[in-house]
């Protein structure tokens, strides 16, 4: 059964990223594995939150998304797939379980941040987004200086408003369909 | 620890598989015909739609056969050796857009090659290859640069053709003392190893010259069709 879902959850990865590169009604600029990663990685930790452990979903997606990435990039493999898997460890350790996750007492003037809230969860999602922007940009610059590359992304006018773009984009998306999850969820357990 | 090791394992497996030993390709392969089917610039949306509504099929076999008349007919006169591509996707990351073609190194696509439209017109280079599929970067991307030529009165004022912020296309380096008019065609100036000379790639629609400087910069319209679905790769 296990296999079954991972059978699935990989093909849906893979027709996700081919709709997104070949079907022009993405709205551009979304980045729908990330989006997808960030989802069940915050459904897995709310359900953690309650005593069980799905994290092998969320992780599952950014290896399998990270290599179909890989795949349709002009930059060489593995630039996709280093940063949404540091994305994954970075928003696990840092981000949810520093902040996300603590008591509200020793969580301090940080009340509203947690994964109750829509508020909290747009934070978590638009800081996600940016991480994993600065990540593709750190891999981007670190192959180029050592050969691997040359394509180098410029840091001009036009990278920073996409940038705000980019990460406000998929933040809200983030935000928005884990908020439909978990609202979907109560409503589930209060029947 | 085991489990650790495992995932390790399966992730190099899956690197070197798909990425030294080509299993890329089953990808590429076979999903092409479903790319193909949804790839269609915006522009084109609604014409493809209404058409699909209709059930027009015999309009739109004409469409395409069309536009490969038009690159055949171009490619014709030129006497260029070329590989028509259907454009399948296009990505775009970090300011950074490409398009995705489907023809690879198989059929004899290399790195730098030139890529132009139904018109003959330069839409951008090749930037990587793929055993079945290729990476177009477009003229018009930030740090895309290509030598030109500007023609004027039988006259060649040579610069550098450079995209900026995916809106506009500059050239630079040329002296402040050469005279160019609006109008005036740019086209490609061969000094790139695979792109030979005398690809269209605009005309002159502004110049700027500044008192101080010593070069002045031209803003090039480029004349290509933003809409292309099928290109011409132009083989050395």
Redesign the interface.
Known sequence: MTILKYIVLISFIFLLVVFEISWQVFPKGISCVFVLMMVLLLSAVEVEATGKFRLKYALSTAIFGGFILDLYSIFPPGLFFLSILSTFYICYRFIILKFALLNPAERGIHQEFNLLNFLGILIIGIISALVYQLLILFFSYLYYFVRLSDIKILLNELYFANLMRLIFLNGLLTAILFWVILKFKNLRHSR | MKRFFI?TVI?IL??VL??LFKG?NI??IG?RP???F?????GQ?STRDNLCLSDNKLEMCQAENDLLKKNLNFLRQSKDNFILANV?????????E?F?LDRGESCGVKIGLAVVDEGGVLIGTI??VDDSIS?L?PIFN??SLISGDIIHNNEIISGIVQGE??LTIKMRYIPTDRQIDVGDTVVTSGLEEHIRRGIVIGQVAEINKKPQSIFQEIIVNPLFNPDFRVVSIILP
Not at chain 2, 38 to 42: D, T, V
Not at chain 2, 88 to 96: A, F, N, P
């Open positions: 995932l992730m899956l690197f798909i990425f890329e990808f590429f999903l479903l790319q193909r949804l790839y269609c610039p915006s949306a399948i996707g296009k990505r775009s990351e970090s300011g950074i490409w995705l930037a990587k990476h970067k930030s740090g912020y995916k």
